[in-house]
C-alpha cells in the first residue's frame, strides 16, 4: 500500500505555513515540489563536487563530468530509449519543442506543408510552430477536443491530407488532465510517415512512459515538473531522426574544430547543447528521477486515481461551481471556474488566504480557452503527496468563497 505521510516526509516544503494556515498545495501542475534527496544533490554538487563538464581534467571537472552525464543514462532509462545519444538535455519542454522545430521542421518542411496541432496544447506546444509558419509557409491545421477533453486518432486522421507531415500534441492535458492514447496514434503516423512530437510534460510525472512502445519521433518533458530543479528537461529523439537535424544553438560542445573558414560539428546529443549546461540543476534532475523510480509506480497510480477521484467527487457536489471537463478517466488536474461575478483570481485569492494554492489564468492555453468560453479558470493539481484531507480543506475554502461572492 501506499504510504502517503511517509512520502510527505521527503518533501520539507509540506511542514509549512502560509497565512497562519498549513500548506495545502494543489499547484503541481504548474510545479512540482522537491524531495530532499533533489535539495541534497543540488546543495552537495555546489559544496564538494562542482566544476565545468567535459572539457577539464582535473579530478573535480571529472567526477563533475561523470555525475552529469549519469543523468542521461537515467533519463534513458525512465523513459525507454535504447540509445544515449537520443536524449538531449534542455532548459524545459519549452526549449525542447523549439528545438524540434529549429533543428528538425525547419530543415524538412516545406511552404504548403502542413502540422496537425490540437487546442489542448501549452503556449510552448503551439507558439515555436507559429515561428516556423512566419519563416516557412507552413500551415496549422487544429483539432478541438471532445467533451471528456480527448483527442482522438480518428479526429487526426480526420485532419490528415497529402501535405501532412508532423503531428505535435500533448500526452495529457495540464488543465484537463485527459490523457490521450499516443501509442494508439503514434504507431500509426508511422505507418503514413508523418512525424510525431509528443508533449509529455504532464505525462511523465503520473505514468510510465516508454517512448520506443509509443513509436514517437519526438518527447520531452521538464524537470520541474517531475519534482526536480527548475531550468532543466530531457528530449528524446529518435535515432532514425538525429541524421535529419541541423544544431539549433552554436557555441561551444556542440563543436569539435573551429577555424576562421570552417566549424565541424559534434555528434548528438552534444550537438544540440551548445554552451555550459546547468551542471547542479541536472544533476538535481538525475536525484529526482531516482526518487520517482525508487517509488512502486504502480502503486503511486493507484493512489493518484484515488485522490482524484475523491476530488472529483467532492468537487461534483458544489452545484454553483462550473466543472470544465471533469471526465472520470482524467488524473489529477481539475478546472473549475464560479457562476456570477467571482473572477478566477477573486478564487485563487481567497483559497491562498486559507493555505490553498491553486493556479489561476489560462495556464498558457489560451486557444483551450477560447474553445470552453472562458476567459481564466481556477486549477487543482495533485500530487502523490497530496491527502483527502487537503481535498476538504479545498471544497472547505471554496465553500467560503461562495459565501463571498454570493
Not at 43 to 57: P, T
Request: charged share 25%.
Amino acid at each position: 500500500m501506499f504510504d502517503v505521510l511517509k512520502i510527505r516526509e521527503e518533501f520539507p516544503i509540506l511542514d509549512r505555513k502560509v497565512n497562519d494556515k498549513p500548506l495545502v498545495y494543489l499547484d503541481n501542475g504548474a510545479s512540482s515540489q522537491k524531495p530532499k534527496a533533489v535539495i541534497e544533490a543540488v546543495k552537495n554538487c555546489y559544496e564538494n563536487e562542482y566544476s565545468n563538464v567535459h572539457r577539464g581534467l582535473h579530478f573535480l571537472s571529472n567526477l563533475a563530468t561523470e555525475k552529469f552525464e549519469a543523468v542521461r543514462g537515467k533519463a534513458m532509462s525512465f523513459l525507454g530509449a535504447s540509445d544515449h545519444d537520443e536524449i538531449i538535455f534542455t532548459s524545459g519542454s519549452t526549449e525542447a519543442l523549439n528545438l524540434v522545430s529549429y533543428a528538425w521542421a525547419n530543415q524538412n518542411l516545406k511552404a504548403g506543408d502542413e502540422i496537425i496541432l490540437s487546442t489542448l496544447e501549452h503556449h510552448a506546444n503551439i507558439v515555436p510552430w507559429h515561428f516556423l509558419r512566419s519563416r516557412k509557409g507552413i500551415k496549422l491545421v487544429w483539432i478541438d477536443p471532445s467533451e471528456s477533453g480527448q483527442i482522438s486518432l480518428n479526429m487526426i486522421e480526420e485532419k490528415i491530407s497529402s501535405r501532412t507531415k508532423m503531428v505535435c500534441i500533448t500526452h495529457m492535458s495540464n488543465v484537463f488532465g485527459s490523457i490521450i492514447d499516443v501509442k494508439k496514434i503514434c504507431n500509426e503516423l508511422k505507418k503514413r510517415n508523418i512525424v510525431s512530437v509528443l508533449d509529455g510534460s504532464q505525462a511523465v510525472v503520473h505514468l510510465e512512459v516508454d517512448v520506443e512502445s509509443i513509436g514517437c519521433d519526438f518527447y520531452t518533458f521538464t524537470g520541474h515538473k517531475l519534482f526536480g530543479p527548475t531550468g532543466t528537461g530531457i528530449l528524446y529523439v529518435n535515432r532514425k531522426r538525429i541524421a535529419e537535424m541541423e544544431p539549433f544553438i552554436g557555441g561551444g560542445e556542440m563543436i569539435r574544430d573551429v577555424s576562421k573558414d570552417n566549424v565541424t560539428y559534434n555528434k548528438s546529443p552534444f550537438l544540440f547543447e551548445a554552451g555550459t549546461p546547468g551542471i547542479a540543476e541536472i544533476i538535481g534532475l538525475g536525484a529526482a528521477i531516482d526518487f520517482v523510480q525508487s517509488l512502486d509506480r504502480n502503486s503511486v497510480l493507484e493512489y493518484e486515481k484515488l485522490i482524484t477521484n475523491y476530488a472529483r467527487t467532492e468537487l461534483e457536489k458544489l452545484d454553483w461551481l462550473v466543472k470544465h471537463s471533469f471526465h472520470k478517466d482524467n488524473l489529477a488536474i481539475f478546472s473549475f471556474s464560479m457562476e456570477g461575478s467571482a473572477h478566477a483570481h477573486d478564487i485563487a485569492t481567497i483559497l491562498d488566504a486559507n493555505g490553498v494554492a491553486v493556479r489561476s489564468g489560462h495556464h498558457c492555453a489560451q486557444p483551450l480557452m477560447n474553445f470552453i468560453g472562458v476567459p481564466a479558470t481556477c486549477r487543482a493539481s495533485l500530487a502523490f503527496y497530496n491527502t483527502r484531507e487537503e481535498i476538504d480543506t479545498l471544497i472547505e475554502s471554496l465553500r467560503k468563497c461562495k459565501k463571498l461572492f454570493g
